[in-house]
């Protein structure tokens, strides 16, 4: 149980173009998703909390004109980097949390590796 | 906010030795602490969380002990293999917000 999906696993697009990341809880309702980025041996930085039908509260430091988080469902979150720069080209995870649980127990995708030529 | 500081950086030992990672956090709401695995180009799986009203979780080679007094946590792994090599992440918790610590290295050689 508790398995996140990501899709694409890694994407490369042309610098101005929008890629847009799918995060889907498989088999448990998620009420709140997370979407971090990694840049090469650092630790994950968090960019955003989204809960299912309301607005995503993002981080200080985090353009949400740029990055576009979308949670309309409780196993479905998408984040949308807009008019892409090279700069953008990271590792992008999320995460989500069984809302039945009281703890902050996250589960998390496989990862999707964005290229910005 | 939570700060969460994570020794060593990188741990080199042979196969069969144990190895153990430190963290510490400061947030003493903090209630929650997970560990996790992540092997390169993939992402972080848990492997194991101690809650704090427990101070000691063991699941076959893996243990977790937590001193809340201190404020610190630790991994330990027991008859390292080669398959246990990667990075491990600690996290310290509120109800809401997961902090990372910076990540240990974690190289077993044969």
């Known amino acids: 149980g508790a398995v996140v999906s990501q899709h694409p696993s890694w994407v490369i697009c042309k610098s101005g173009t929008s890629v847009k990341i799918e995060c889907r809880s498989l088999d448990f309702q998620a009420t709140t998703m997370f979407w971090y980025r990694q840049f090469p041996k650092q630790s994950l930085m968090l960019m955003a909390t989204s809960n299912e039908g309301s607005k995503a509260t993002y981080e200080q430091g985090v353009e949400k004109d740029k990055f576009l988080i979308n949670h309309a469902s409780l196993t479905l979150s998408t984040l949308t980097v807009t008019s892409a720069h090279p700069e953008d080209s990271s590792f992008y995870i999320c995460s989500a949390r069984n809302g039945d649980r009281g703890y902050n127990e996250q589960f998390f995708g496989p990862g999707t590796r964005l290229t910005v030529l | 906010g939570e700060n969460v500081e994570q020794h060593p950086s990188t741990l080199s030992v042979q196969e069969g030795d144990s190895a153990v990672i430190k963290c510490t956090y400061s947030d003493s709401a903090s209630n929650y602490f997970p560990w996790y695995k992540q092997e390169l180009g993939k992402g972080p799986q848990l492997i194991i969380d101690i809650r704090s009203n427990v101070g000691e979780k063991k699941d076959q080679r893996i243990a977790v002990t937590l001193n809340k007094t201190a404020k610190h946590f630790s991994l330990h792994i027991t008859e390292t293999q080669p398959e246990d090599s990667a990075v491990y992440f600690c996290?310290?918790?509120?109800?809401?917000?997961?902090?990372f610590g910076k990540g240990t290295s974690l190289l077993v050689t044969p």
């Open positions: 996290a310290a918790s509120s109800p809401y917000a997961l902090n």
